[in-house]
């Protein structure tokens, strides 16, 4: 690996942590990785008690 490339990843894993800083985001990344990524929008928005607009 370069350090060019050392670059990229890098911009790329602070692109990852600033999606997951926010709590909501956070909660909806668990909930699918606990079903597997297979949840339907509705049961999302159920199980995480959040309005419509927060689960899109």
Not at 12 to 26: C, G, P, Q, T, Y
């Amino acid at each position: 690996m370069n350090i060019k490339q050392s670059i990229s990843n890098d911009e790329w894993r602070v692109k990852i942590f600033k999606a997951l800083a926010d709590e909501s985001r956070l909660s909806i990344v668990r909930a699918l990785h606990e079903h597997h990524n297979k949840m339907a929008y509705a049961a999302l928005v159920d199980q995480l008690n959040c309005g419509k607009s927060t689960a899109s």
